[in-house]
């Protein structure tokens, strides 16, 4: 499964579950199910996440992307009861749900950290990124030759 794969589903599953609680209103136990099964589904995201991030950052930048991230979860943070006090039950469901998802279809265009080495600065980065499409075009024109062939 791997960090994205772990981070990506944990935000997919949990923002499934708040959409599916906005539906379910009125259902109390059915509700309860769903609550717990976001919270869970988040906290398995958040105890992969900060190190995934900071894996997908090169050394030389890695403290000051785990800074701007950390900023971002404090803000983040201190909208949470702004949000929560809108009135109606769906609406607050609705905008919690909504960065879950985004943000767990866009963890799934993030490369996987699992088992590779860290890259020590932003150069390693771009040889990595040329190194991956060199290798795609090697594997595109061996599909077109056994086409040919």
Sequence with gaps: CGRRGATAGGFLLGGAGLLLSAVFQGQEAALVFLYYFATCAVALSFAVIYMYASELFPTDVRATSMGIQSLCARVGAMAAPF???????????????????????????????????????????????????????DSISDAEDDCVE
Excluded at 94 to 105: D, R, V
Aim: charged fraction near 25%; charge should be negative.
């Design 83 to 137: 949000v929560a006090a809108l009135p109606g039950k769906r609406m607050p469901l609705l905008i919690f749900a909504t960065p879950c998802m985004l943000g767990g279809i866009l963890i799934l265009f993030l490369p996987e950290t699992r088992g590779k080495q860290l890259p020590g600065t932003i150069d390693d980065l771009n040889a990595e990124a040329s190194d991956e499409e060199d290798n795609e075009d």
